[in-house]
């Protein structure tokens, strides 16, 4: 009994303290893990090697290779340009646009982490909405949803797919095969759904439409260079999880060789990469939490 109640006023103190963040997250989650370990091996029901065992490095190599690759590609401005693109081809009509960028993070969200995409595209989205004068509600709802939604469809769009796919022995595409028809008829319940909520603000009349139209996507971009390598790789290792049950290698070697050989071919700043590695992994963990 005295395990249980140990174990767990330990994890109860660690998500509590992860949820003040009064402390940085990484620290108090590293803290808790080693006080796991050291009461595992004073009570006896715990020890090093179990904990050695207990962590999946078939996630955590899957999850470091995609958050290299979608920091390494955020830097470029990639994102803001595709959405600000897709944007001005919408006329400036409140629903087409909501549907093309609605659309937009439903692809991106299931190959590259969906916590990164909104988090880039919604700035740009209230950019936008500010511009024409009309509410950006209906925008950050539905990027929200449909990011969650994309997600749920393959094994690298969403963190908890990952521990299930480690887990179970789930190979990308059996997540594709399953889940995608799922996923494309709640994509339109979605739609659906939003447009019907907010049909006032979707019918308002944009005030300056020739704002969108002058805004320039180009100006976006940072690196158009580097750019075109990272998503020469990313459609590389994207090819590559669609087969690695015929190559007999795991998504974890695809996207950590994907990673490599984008910082060899690009050469970014380490140090912005490994922020970008920290503040992936820190939405990472909270999506496990929660």
């Not at 994102?79 to 409140?94: D, E, H, T």
């Not at 179970?168 to 799922?182: E, K, Q, S, T, V």
């Not at 944009?206 to 790789?233: C, F, N, S, Y």
């Amino acid at each position: 009994m005295i395990d249980y109640i140990v174990s767990g006023t330990i994890f109860l103190i660690t998500f509590i303290a992860i949820l003040s963040e009064r402390v940085d997250r990484t620290i108090v989650a590293m803290a808790g893990a080693g006080a796991m370990l050291i009461a595992g091996l004073v009570l006896g029901f715990y020890s090093q090697d179990a904990a050695l065992e207990s962590i999946d490095f078939n996630t955590l190599g899957l999850l470091l290779g995609m958050i290299v690759l979608v920091g390494m590609l955020a830097h470029t401005g990639f994102f803001q340009y595709l959405a600000i693109f897709m944007a001005k081809r919408s006329q400036g009509k409140p629903w087409r646009l909501l549907l093309i960028l609605g659309t937009i993070t439903t692809v991106l969200s299931m190959f590259l982490d969906n916590v990164t995409t909104i988090v880039l595209i919604a700035p740009i989205s209230i950019l936008i909405a500010e511009i024409l004068g009309i509410s950006p509600i209906p925008f950050l709802i539905s990027l929200a949803l449909l990011a969650n939604t994309g997600g749920v469809a393959t094994l690298v769009g969403d963190p908890p797919n990952i521990l299930i796919g480690s887990a179970a022995n789930f190979g990308f595409n059996d997540f594709l095969i399953r889940l995608a028809p799922i996923v494309a008829v709640a994509w339109v319940g979605v739609i659906l759904l939003i447009r019907y909520l907010f049909r006032r603000d979707l019918k308002k009349k944009p005030r300056d439409i020739d704002a969108l139209a002058h805004l320039d996507e180009k100006e976006a971009l940072h690196d158009g260079k580097a750019l075109k390598r990272i998503l020469t790789v990313l459609g590389v290792v994207i090819l590559l999880f669609f087969l690695h049950t015929l190559l007999h290698l795991s998504p974890a070697v695809i996207a950590l060789l994907g990673a490599a050989a984008a910082m060899l071919w690009v050469q970014p700043d380490l140090e912005q990469v490994l922020k970008e590695v920290e503040w992936g992994c820190c939405f990472s963990l909270e999506r496990f939490l929660f």
